[in-house]
């Protein structure tokens, strides 16, 4: 395993980091900690998760994957950093919600408990919040640092201007600062190279991208005429995240790049998913990316990425296919 400062800060984390989005309905218990026992025999020291997850429709499985990060760490939470997330619905009320002081404050016990700690490495705001002052919410999770409930704060979903704007006004109010980002980032969605990268690179703010294999498609084992009926392009997790999966990536242009990428994965004697994590801890500004998985199996060939040398020929080639990716 390889491992990278945290951006600007004193922390060090595994350049490869589990997701967890799937613990609690893809993945049971058992599997789930059949998952994170590879990772951690493979180096992994960095597990990501948030209070909604598993996801899904029923919002009555709210807080499962944090209960069973939390029952794996038993006698061992002081050998990984761990990340949650706050601000997706975790109730019908308007305040179980969001970005205000109330539902941070609220949110921070509560996930807390489902992890069995008092305190999580990195705590971050899932995304943005337009109906909250930037300022209340960079007061709260200030004050959940000073409170020693987070060691670090970060914000995931933000676009570059609203980034560059909480970094500016936590400077202002002599907060802590943002210590990282967590956005969206593969060989299909590479917008965030234009605006968020180049600045998340000069203000040290360290970068963690999820969905690096675009949803799965980047595993080369869809077809465009194919049907799923599990995984993010089916109505396993709800038609609401089928859809938005599809939209995103099931076009007929995303299916001839991957074809050109998969061929050249085989020129190496590499399986895609493998080369296309590689691409992307190949990023400079990228610190570590995140891996989703709902089966052990699934983990084998990602885990291997950090691995996998991006010549400059083969990055070159890469780009050639992807570059479109970095505007639409």
Not at 280 to 309: K, Y
């Amino acid at each position: 395993m390889e491992f990278a400062k945290f951006g600007r800060t004193g922390l060090v984390v595994s350049r490869l980091c589990l997701g967890t989005g799937t613990f609690g309905t893809q993945a049971d218990e058992a599997v789930a900690y059949q998952m994170l026992d590879k990772a951690a025999a493979a180096g992994v020291n960095f597990i990501d998760t948030a209070d909604i997850y598993p996801m899904g429709p029923d919002r009555g499985v709210a807080g499962r994957a944090e209960q069973i990060v939390g029952r794996w760490l038993r006698g061992k939470r002081d050998q990984f950093i761990i990340a949650t997330k706050a601000g997706g619905p975790m109730g019908p009320a308007p305040w179980q919600r969001g970005g205000s002081r109330k539902h941070l404050l609220d949110a921070i016990d509560e996930s807390l408990k489902r992890l069995g700690t008092d305190y999580v490495d990195l705590y971050q705001l899932h995304s943005d919040d337009p109906e909250t002052p930037l300022d209340e919410t960079l007061e709260a999770l200030d004050a959940i640092v000073r409170a020693g409930k987070a060691r670090y704060i970060g914000v995931s979903n933000f676009l570059a201007y609203r980034l560059a704007r909480a970094t500016g006004r936590a400077e202002s109010l002599h907060l802590t600062g943002l210590a990282s980002v967590q956005n969206r980032y593969s060989l299909l969605f590479r917008q965030i190279e234009q605006e968020l990268l180049p600045l998340a690179r000069e203000e040290g703010i360290a970068v963690i991208p999820f969905n690096p294999l675009a949803g799965g498609l980047l595993s080369g084992k869809y077809r465009f005429d194919d049907k799923p009926t599990e995984g993010r392009f089916s109505a396993e997790l709800g038609q609401q995240f089928g859809d938005l999966y599809r939209e995103r990536y099931w076009h007929q242009q995303q299916f001839e790049s991957v074809e050109h990428m998969k061929t050249l994965a085989g020129e190496i004697g590499e399986p895609l998913a493998k080369l296309a994590i590689a691409w992307v801890l190949a990023n400079p500004t990228v610190t570590s990316t995140i891996l989703g998985a709902s089966r052990p199996d699934q983990l084998t060939d990602t885990l291997g990425a950090v691995d996998l040398e991006v010549t400059a020929d083969l990055k070159t080639k890469l780009d050639d296919i992807s570059g479109q990716y970095r505007w639409c």
